[in-house]
Structure formats: structure tokens, C-alpha cells
């Protein structure tokens, strides 16, 4: 299924990144801001006027400010940790590489931007082509256009091996086949050995069919999410990923109940029950 406005054509996958704009950019002009992020805000402005008239059940929410804040409050402070491992990364390698998968539309680079930091985001060729309109690219700045299930992509960051490299997929695996997660991982390792991936993953056992109703009735009622984004795959712990291959380290995981209890409210009193904390969660791994 495919997300049309007047000038816009997304797969449901690819728009589920203006989902993740809308929420950035809301966050950034909370008082405080959860997330300052002042170009999300600047591109999501930009974009309203060709989504308007829209009915696809996702713009329509975004438009009317149907998004529950729950969801806003997580989508950010999501980007706001990933931006915190990638700052970690820029402390031990200021020159090192940091790769976005499935980036979307949101501007990390200028929100991380070390003055030295070599940064590629990567996607589909649809949102590589909407994000040229809101961005520059430079010297140390580069988009790529590609599918991450596409090998062909890596020749072109040959360049980097044997340097610092980062890895960052936020809101990406949980879309993918298990099979096709796993190729990617295994490849990432065998072509930049002893770099880092930080991502995403979704617990599996909200991927049995009994328990997944209750996730479908959250991105399609809740979100207004495409029936074609569906989450396909999960993992059970953090250390599963280890199994794949040696020399797969897992560093550290984060989950949202992990966050300051100001920034995400009532929430944090499900932070003891594990059903909870790592729903969907972030897991940081080193590929030796």
C-alpha cells in the first residue's frame, strides 16, 4: 500500500518517517523540549501544505494532532538516546563514521554534528529523493539511496574500512524478516570488522498471533499506520544477536522506562515488570 498526497508517494514502511518527523518536531517546541531538534520542526512546517487534504489515516492524525502523547514522549526520547550513542561514538573517534539506517527524514547530523564526524544516511530511493529537498549534502555529509537488504550499497563506504564506524537503525528491524536482519548484521561484520550497531528491536513474544492483535490495534487505531507495516521481527534478549556469529558483542541495552520519570510519566511504574521493559527496546552491539 502506498501513502499519496499532492506531491508525495510513500510505501507504508517509508511513511511511518513522517510519523517520527510529526513527533520531533512537536517535542521540540514543548516547553522544555524533550527533543530540540529546530529542523525536523522547519521540515515537518515545510511539508504540511502538501500533505493537507490528505486521506490517509496517518496524515490525518498528524495533521489534526491525533498522535496520543505517549507515542510523541517515546519517538523522541528514542532519537534523543540514539543521538547519545552516536555523541559517545564522536568522543572516542571525532572522525569516525556514523552510518543511519533507514534514516528517514530526520536530521541527526545536525543535531550531532562534532565538526569533524563523517556522517551517510541511508534509504529507499523515494525518501532519499523527498530528503535532498530539505538538506545539503557536503564533504562529510552524504545520502545514499538504496534498500539495506541490498548488498550493493556497502561498495560504496569502502572507503571507511578499518576506521571507526557506527551503525544506527532506529524504527528499521522490526520491518525486516528475521533472514534479511541477520544477512545485514553478518554483513556489516564481515565488511567493518570491529565496528558498532546500535538498534531497535521489538520483543518477540508480542509477535505470537495471540498477543499481536493487541500491536496491530496500536499501529492501525492508535497511528493510523499502513497495513503493510507490520513488525515481522522481534528478538527475545539482547544477547540473542550473539548466537549469530563470534564476535558479536552485545555492550549495553536501553529501555524507555529508563528515562527520567519527569520526561515520561506515569509509565515509569511499569519499569519493574520485564513484559514492559523490553517491549521494544535498544540494544548496542560491537562486531569483532
Known amino acids: 500500500m502506498t501513502h499519496r498526497s499532492k506531491a508525495i508517494t510513500l510505501s507504508d514502511v517509508s511513511a511511518t518517517m513522517l510519523l517520527t518527523l510529526y513527533c520531533h518536531a512537536r517535542s521540540s517546541v514543548a516547553a522544555p523540549p524533550l527533543l530540540h531538534d529546530p529542523e525536523s520542526l522547519r521540515i515537518w512546517q515545510a511539508l504540511q501544505p502538501e500533505l493537507a487534504g490528505s486521506l490517509d ?8 494532532n491525533g498522535i496520543p502523547e505517549l507515542a510523541v514522549t517515546y519517538i523522541s526520547a528514542r532519537a534523543r ?9 564522536m568522543d ?8 543511519s539506517l533507514g534514516c528517514g527524514l530526520d536530521p541527526r547530523f545536525s543535531r550531532v554534528d562534532n565538526g569533524s564526524v563523517r556522517f551517510v544516511d ?18 562529510r555529509y552524504r545520502l545514499l539511496a538504496a534498500s539495506v537488504t541490498d548488498p550493493h550499497w556497502l561498495d560504496h563506504l569502502t572507503e571507511f574500512q578499518g576506521q571507526p564506524m557506527l551503525f544506527l537503525s532506529e524504527g528499521l528491524f522490526m520491518y525486516l524478516s528475521e533472514a534479511d536482519v541477520k544477512t545485514l548484521v553478518l554483513r ?10 546500535v538498534c531497535e528491536v521489538v520483543n518477540r513474544r508480542w509477535l505470537d498471533p495471540r498477543m499481536y492483535w493487541l500491536v496491530r490495534l496500536k499501529l ?4 493510523g ?15 540473542e544477536l550473539q548466537q549469530w556469529g563470534p564476535g558479536i558483542q552485545l555492550l549495553d541495552e536501553w529501555s524507555f522506562l529508563d528515562e527520567d520519570p519527569r520526561d515520561i510519566g506515569w509509565v515509569k511504574w511499569f ?8 517491549a521494544q527496546w535498544i540494544v548496542h552491539y560491537r562486531l569483532n
Open 57 to 64: 489515516p496517518l496524515v490525518k492524525r498528524l495533521l489534526s
Open 81 to 89: 538516546r540514539f543521538d547519545r550513542y552516536a555523541r559517545d561514538f
Open 92 to 99: 572516542r573517534a571525532p572522525s569516525g563514521t556514523v552510518v
Open 122 to 139: 541511508l534509504d529507499l530511493p523515494d525518501v532519499i529523493a523527498l530528503k535532498h529537498r530539505f538538506v545539503t549534502e557536503s564533504e
Open 188 to 197: 556489516l561484520q564481515k565488511h567493518f570488522p570491529g565496528s558498532e550497531l
Open 220 to 223: 492501525r487505531r492508535q497511528l
Open 225 to 239: 499506520l499502513g497495513p503493510d507495516a507490520d513488525f515481522r521481527f522481534g528478538i527475545r534478549h539482547g544477547d
Open 271 to 278: 519499569a519493574g515488570l520485564d513484559v514492559f521493559r523490553t
